[in-house]
């Protein structure tokens, strides 16, 4: 397949917002149009700059959700309350609103779909949203490479592209979710509902875990526990590949 | 190698910002915001080197080893405490940094270093390469200490390079020793789609800026 390789100068592009659906209460999805867009791997990320009226800039990193191929680029973004970029973009971004955009950024954190080996994706919060782009890449190219996503949310109400996931997993063409809510659980709830730990890993990684990659997404606190608990079970840490969100990862 | 930085783009409707903090002065790069709190970024789980297993090399470009220090003999070593401003190329920087280390100037006195680069290793299989000139005359460290305490592994501990004049990927965790090249070649960012250089007031982030 074509890869999106990074070559030459990054350039700001304008992008103009074609939609902002939102996703939930405190997220939402903005596709965008960007003429000249390069394309992208599954899991890179843009650098968003956005201009005020006094020529004040703030620049913020965010995860593509959307599959490579697809014309429309779009970012999953979630409101930092006192963050700078993310209340614009969840709160004031609308149809035909422009700013900056460059990228793809980032080489390392990427599942193109040509590694046979099993693939285990675990996401905390937000930090779901560069595992999403792989699979929908996943479905979209309908590799058959067993994928799984252990997703970990506050409460159902916080869980990103729920429908869609479901959706993907009810195809039983070897994807499956597997979801855990650290806060708060609806009644008849039959997932997890503790921060995702050791044995979890363990019930949830698959047994081929010498080859398997791993890719963690999510808060400082959870990738740090996620990927030490990964290596202690067998996880080679070199196949550990590991991404930050947050306010404390450079996100907001 | 032009910058961004200055350029004006589009307005983007209804976006003021952050109230302007003027005592901050010029002490923020380009597309840079502060934070209070010290920010964790790695490709990777983080290593947990025992200082017993810990040590520091030196390689000259045939990669014979010129130098080489145990935990005792590193810690032994004249330290100096940094106060510097830190610069993520993830948009973060935090001020007065303080931190504990051995100058890169003490490491390297008295070796034959003749080359012009060097790569930086570390615990992990970490790469980064740097101009030999941009570490040292007092512009890079081993810091082992970070804040009055000992530096944190999820901060890089026991070791970590510290260059606080580039982007702070240079700065390597878990930092094992430096191999000096007669040609540069990019570490394990710097061949990802990161500047090979990575001077935050130019905002060199990526490729060709």
């Not at chain 2, 080197?49 to 145990?70: H, P």
């Not at chain 2, 702070?168 to 250089?197: I, T």
């Amino acid at each position: 397949m074509a890869r999106a390789t990074v070559l030459g100068r990054l350039s700001w592009r304008v992008a103009t917002v074609t939609s902002v659906a939102p996703e939930t209460s405190r997220a939402v999805t903005v596709v965008l149009d960007v003429p000249g867009w390069p394309g992208h791997r599954p899991g890179q990320h843009v650098d968003v700059r956005l201009t005020a009226e006094d020529g004040y800039q703030a620049e913020r990193s965010y995860s593509i959700a959307s599959p490579p191929g697809d014309p429309p680029l779009a970012l999953t973004v979630e409101r930092i309350d006192e963050g700078e970029v993310s209340p614009w973009l969840t709160g004031v971004a609308g149809p035909g609103d422009v700013f900056e955009l460059r990228g793809p950024i980032g080489g390392y954190f990427v599942w193109d779909g040509d590694d046979p080996d099993p693939v285990l994706l675990v996401g905390g919060g937000s930090g779901v949203v560069p595992l999403m782009a792989m699979a929908r890449h996943r479905a979209r190219r309908a590799f058959r490479t067993p994928m799984r996503l252990l997703y970990s949310a506050r409460s159902e109400e916080d869980l990103l592209y729920r429908a869609e996931l479901d959706d993907l997993a009810a195809r039983g063409d070897g994807f499956d979710v597997v979801y855990t809510l650290t806060e708060t659980t609806p009644r008849g709830w039959t997932g997890y509902d503790r921060r995702v730990d050791g044995p979890m890993l363990a019930e949830v990684s698959w047994p081929e875990r010498h080859t398997s990659p791993a890719f963690v997404c999510g808060p400082t606190p959870f990738v740090e526990a996620v990927a030490n608990s990964l290596v202690l079970l067998g996880h080679p840490a070199g196949r550990v590949k590991t991404e930050r969100f947050g306010p404390t990862g450079g996100g907001s | 190698m032009r910058s961004d930085a200055g350029d004006r783009g589009p307005v983007s409707r209804g976006f003021t910002g952050r109230p302007r903090d003027r005592s901050v002065g010029d002490r923020l790069p380009p597309g840079q915001y502060l934070v209070q709190d010290f920010p964790v970024l790695s490709a990777g789980p983080t290593p947990y080197t025992l200082v017993d297993k810990w040590d520091f090399s030196v390689l000259a470009v045939d990669g014979s080893r010129i130098a080489r220090w145990d935990w005792e003999q590193f810690r032994a070593l004249p330290e100096e405490t940094i106060t510097c401003d830190v610069h993520c190329v993830t948009k973060w920087s935090k001020l007065d940094m303080q931190w504990r280390g051995v100058s890169l100037d003490v490491l390297l006195e008295g070796l034959d270093v003749g080359a012009a680069f060097a790569m930086v290793f570390a615990d992990g299989g970490y790469t980064t390469n740097l101009p030999v000139a941009d570490i040292t005359d007092g512009q890079a460290w081993v810091a082992t200490g970070y804040d009055g305490h000992d530096l944190e592994p999820e901060h890089g501990g026991p070791a970590r390079f510290l260059v606080p004049h580039l982007y702070f990927w240079k700065s390597a965790k878990w930092v094992r020793g430096l191999q000096l090249l007669e040609r540069d070649k990019p570490g394990f960012w710097e061949g990802l789609g990161y500047n090979n250089y990575g001077d935050p007031w130019r905002e060199q982030r990526y490729w060709g800026d």
